[in-house]
């Protein structure tokens, strides 16, 4: 059964620093792009990073560019995210979601991922 867990979520004053996992099981990472989405109350869900299968390519939404590092170790199965320079604005539910369907990183429409963990809690105090 194909399951992705994330964790590493918490509570952070602003400048911190998190790193955020994403375990999967059922499936093999490098062979799907993966991404990280967050969810602030009232917002709808942003994505915000991803990986590629294969080459590990990365992109990043440009609020979180030079701060934010996505990487995958394949020996772990897991996906990481390091959150560096956290601001309050940051703060929301952050969720990992595997698209079966492409190996390359292709948008961030939620719909187009096929299964999400159930996400890891990140709050950023001023």
């Known amino acids: 059964q194909l399951q992705l867990v994330e964790s590493g979520g918490g509570l952070v004053q602003s400048g911190g620093s998190l790193r955020l996992s994403c375990a999967a099981s059922g499936i093999t990472l490098e062979r799907y792009s993966i991404a990280w989405f967050r969810q602030a109350p009232g917002k709808e869900r942003e994505g915000i990073s991803c990986i590629n299968g294969g080459d590990g390519s990365t992109d990043y939404i440009d609020s979180v560019k030079g701060r934010f590092s996505i990487s995958r170790d394949n020996a772990k199965n897991t996906v990481y995210l390091q959150m560096n320079n956290l601001k309050p604005e940051d703060t929301g539910r952050y969720y990992c979601?595997?698209?079966?369907?492409?190996?390359?990183?292709?948008?961030?429409?939620?719909?187009?991922?096929?299964?999400w963990g159930q996400g890891t809690q990140v709050t950023v105090s001023s």
């Open positions: 979601a595997v698209a079966l369907s492409s190996y390359y990183c292709s948008g961030y429409v939620p719909y187009t991922y096929d299964y």
